[in-house]
């Protein structure tokens, strides 16, 4: 392919980082050229050294919290890789079309519940379940910069996560009652697709608009079933984190064959059967025990596939199927017969359960996801590539984990289960307003950029990832996945009006990438199509599951101004 320059789009922002060592960073950002390309361009890196220092750190003042807890998790040693986003696209498998590394929680998927993560194994050191989980780096060989696109445009196409498979078991009293508001939910997506057309033009402005619509009026019917299933005494919990949609361009997949020609080098993950779905009109009275029994289930996958990350590459070919799947057959087997059992106290047990017992890998039995998300493309080939995003994955060599203070008080403990996000994987597609400059080199603490760096000899190329310091005290997530959780002033350090200060969680990931890799542009992040590895789409997700006495022990080591973990 003959090299050709490309046009860039920049814009300039302002972004923000928080709480003590938090930073302030004056940003272009490049990318989002409107095709969807495996290549990268030259304008996107830059030598660490034409950064200026840009860096604030707020100064503590008297009852400042100035402690350090710091957590292991490791560098992913277990090759736990994913392209499902359980915090911004809850249900959705392979939603986020692009691979993630995961440290820590070792059972979490796109709709793994709460209290399985509670239970779970941990890469962390201390024990630690949180989950935390940052897009992959590759490094690719073949790629030359400016060598030009390699699809055209696609035109967008609205994704909403599945809210049915979220919902307990909807007893008989109120079934066509929930049944009319999901068929409701459909309606409202289909609407805002014919909102945004056929144009195969990325228009953040009009995405933004059309899923603000969206966010508000499902909402409001998200909010309805919520009520409708607790009149009938089932209690939907989470739902707030099924509201929000996301606008993708997945036509930006078409012509990408490499990744599809080759067998998956994944770990692969179990995929079962929906049992909830086969089990509509619970009588009330045994909803709660089928709800327990349906609980289970998800439990006994979240094992399966914990197993099959721990177990990588051990006992052969025979190993998924005798060691896991014979195992979960039997264990899912008695489970239904129970719910079969307790719907049958009460009503006529539902035909054909038995069936649903077994299980496959890689997503040979349905899977729990809406449409939109089973079209999605999975990671293929021992590179786990996808669409755009080809090359060898680039383990860090180091994950700093660190829980931080606040320049003006003490930090309150973070409740469990809460999520944070920090940057923004869209900012083509959805506008720069939360991306965040991420990008240094090892000793130049002082710079952040929105470019990929070119580090002097001997330096590890860096990203510092900080989250969201504030909290508002009442919710562990929000509509938008980001409203219930704040940032602090970036030169007083304080939070806003009606927050408060929580543990400021900041992760440090260091890669050594040779120098003649950094200066060809063969380095890159794993990105959505549209993002064209876009150094701005860099961000990174975080699901709170310290138990309620280690995040008490976390905020006693800060607010004593001790370094800790």
Known sequence: MNARPRTVRRWAALGVLVATGAVTVVFVSSGGRGTASAQTSLAQYVPIGRVAPNVVVPKPGRNAATGVFTVDCGTNGNGKFSPDNPVAQPGIKNGAEHVHDFVGNLAITADTPDDVLASSDTTCADGDRSSYFWPVVRIDGSVRAEAGPVTGGAAPTVSCPDVAGRLPVVPASVRAQVAAQLARLDQLT??????????????????????????????????????????????????????????????????????????????????CPDVKGKVSGVPDQAAAEVDRNLTELD????????????????????????????????????????????????GTPPAGLDALAGCALNG???????????ALPAPAGPNLELPNNTGKI????????????????????????????TGDAKPTSRGPANARATWTCSGFADRLA??????????????????????????????????????????????????????????????????????????????????????FSDHNDFVNVNSDRQMTKIAACINAGRRCG
């Open 364 to 374: 040979v039995a349905p899977a729990k996801t809406t449409p939109p998300a089973a």
């Open 190 to 271: 289909r609407a805002a697709q014919a909102k945004l057309g056929g144009s195969d033009r990325i228009d953040a402005r009009r995405n933004n608009s059309v899923l603000a619509g969206l966010r508000g009026e499902r909402a409001a019917v998200i909010k309805q079933i919520s009520r409708t299933m607790a009149r009938a005494g089932m209690r939907p919990s989470g739902l707030v984190s099924t509201v929000d949609c996301e606008i993708g361009y997945e036509g930006l997949h078409a012509g990408h064959t490499a990744a599809a020609a080759a067998a998956s080098g994944a770990t692969p993950t179990v995929s």
């Open 299 to 346: 439990r006994q996958i979240a094992e399966a596939n914990q197993r099959l990350v721990t177990a990588a590459g051990q006992g052969g070919s025979g190993f998924a199927e005798n060691a896991v799947l014979g195992p979960l057959k039997a264990k899912r087997a008695a489970t239904i017969d129970r719910i079969r059992i307790a719907i049958g106290r009460r």
């Open 450 to 535: 929105d470019k990929y760096p070119i580090c002097p000899a001997g330096r590890r190329v860096q990203r510092v990832q900080d989250f969201p310091g504030c909290w508002d005290g009442k919710n562990i997530d929000s509509e938008n996945h980001r409203s219930h959780v704040a940032f602090a002033d970036p030169r007083s350090g304080a939070c806003p009006a009606g927050f408060v200060a929580i543990p400021q969680l900041r992760i440090t990931v260091s890669y050594a990438i040779p120098r003649d890799v950094q200066e060809r542009g063969q380095y890159a992040l794993d990105s959505f199509p549209e993002e064209n590895h876009n150094p």
């Open 394 to 421: 680039l383990r860090p060599v180091s994950v700093l984990i660190e829980y931080r203070g606040n320049a003006t008080g003490k930090v309150t403990p973070m409740p469990k289960f809460l999520r944070e996000l």
